[in-house]
């Protein structure tokens, strides 16, 4: 089992950039394909973007491609979520999941994701 705990959130102006965290507890991170959500208030919960186990195959929304960037750092137990040019219609909890099943690719669905960290509110001003 792991536990997760995202961090880096905050209020920032359109055009701006955040850099979101997720931590987790566990020796065994490297096992897992690492994934980000989003859930913007009265909407359903989306994908943004995964990483494969090593770190080497990546995989976006295309609402977010060529601006946000997922990485890993498995000596770190830690995958980041860089958010470049943020645009108002970002605004969300933004939430770091961990998928321990081994199959082809990642996923974006959510249902694959087996751990979930409690969120973290990412709110971009106009």
């Known amino acids: 089992q792991v536990q997760l705990v995202e961090s880096g959130g905050g209020l920032v102006q359109a055009g701006g950039s955040l850099r979101l965290s997720c931590a987790a507890s566990g020796r065994t991170f490297s096992v897992y394909v690492m994934g980000w959500f989003r859930q913007a208030l009265g909407k359903e919960r989306e994908f943004v973007a995964a990483?494969?186990?090593?770190?080497?195959?990546?995989y976006y929304a295309d609402s977010v491609k060529g601006r946000f960037t997922i990485s890993k750092d498995n000596a770190k137990n830690t995958v980041y979520l860089q958010m470049n040019s943020l645009e108002p219609e970002d605004t969300a909890v933004y939430y770091c999941?961990?998928?321990?099943?081994?199959?082809?690719?990642?996923?974006?669905?959510?249902?694959?994701?087996?751990?979930w960290g409690q969120g973290t509110q990412v709110t971009v001003s106009s």
């Open positions: 990483i494969n186990r090593n770190g080497g195959y990546t």
């Open positions: 999941a961990a998928d321990r099943t081994v199959r082809v690719g990642v996923s974006r669905h959510d249902y694959h994701y087996d751990y």
